[in-house]
Protein backbone atom coordinates (compact mmCIF):
# COMPACT_ATOMS: atom_id res chain seq x y z
CA UNK A 1 0.00 0.00 0.00
CA UNK A 2 1.11 3.48 -0.91
CA UNK A 3 1.07 6.36 1.41
CA UNK A 4 1.62 10.24 0.52
CA UNK A 5 3.33 11.69 3.26
CA UNK A 6 1.92 14.80 5.37
CA UNK A 7 4.46 17.08 3.98
CA UNK A 8 3.69 15.80 0.41
CA UNK A 9 0.20 16.42 1.10
CA UNK A 10 1.33 20.01 2.58
CA UNK A 11 3.13 21.04 -0.33
CA UNK A 12 0.79 19.82 -3.10
CA UNK A 13 -2.71 19.49 -1.42
CA UNK A 14 -4.30 16.62 -0.04
CA UNK A 15 -6.56 16.05 -3.28
CA UNK A 16 -3.85 16.33 -6.04
CA UNK A 17 -2.76 12.61 -5.85
CA UNK A 18 -6.00 11.55 -6.48
CA UNK A 19 -6.08 10.13 -10.08
CA UNK A 20 -2.58 8.68 -9.50
CA UNK A 21 -4.45 6.68 -6.36
CA UNK A 22 -7.14 5.36 -8.28
CA UNK A 23 -4.57 3.93 -10.85
CA UNK A 24 -3.54 1.74 -8.52
CA UNK A 25 -7.34 0.69 -7.56
CA UNK A 26 -8.37 -0.18 -10.66
CA UNK A 27 -8.57 -3.91 -11.84
CA UNK A 28 -5.77 -4.81 -14.40
CA UNK A 29 -6.58 -4.96 -18.56
CA UNK A 30 -5.12 -5.66 -21.74
CA UNK A 31 -5.46 -2.73 -24.28
CA UNK A 32 -6.21 -3.59 -27.60
CA UNK A 33 -4.85 -2.98 -30.41
CA UNK A 34 -6.26 -2.40 -34.13
CA UNK A 35 -2.37 -1.67 -36.02
CA UNK A 36 -1.01 0.67 -34.04
CA UNK A 37 -4.53 2.15 -33.23
CA UNK A 38 -5.41 1.61 -29.64
CA UNK A 39 -9.78 0.28 -29.98
CA UNK A 40 -10.27 -0.52 -26.59
CA UNK A 41 -9.34 -2.62 -23.11
CA UNK A 42 -10.16 -6.05 -22.40
CA UNK A 43 -10.11 -7.77 -19.17
CA UNK A 44 -7.53 -10.48 -18.36
CA UNK A 45 -10.01 -13.33 -17.31
CA UNK A 46 -11.68 -13.17 -20.92
CA UNK A 47 -8.36 -14.10 -22.26
CA UNK A 48 -8.10 -17.40 -19.81
CA UNK A 49 -12.37 -18.71 -20.64
CA UNK A 50 -12.23 -21.90 -23.00
CA UNK A 51 -14.43 -20.94 -26.32
CA UNK A 52 -17.02 -22.86 -27.72
CA UNK A 53 -17.24 -21.23 -30.82
CA UNK A 54 -15.22 -22.62 -33.89
CA UNK A 55 -13.92 -20.97 -36.84
Avoid: C, H, Q, Y
Amino acid sequence: MLFIGPEAEMRFGRRNFMDLLSVFAASPEFTVLLGREEVGSVDPIVLTRRSTARG
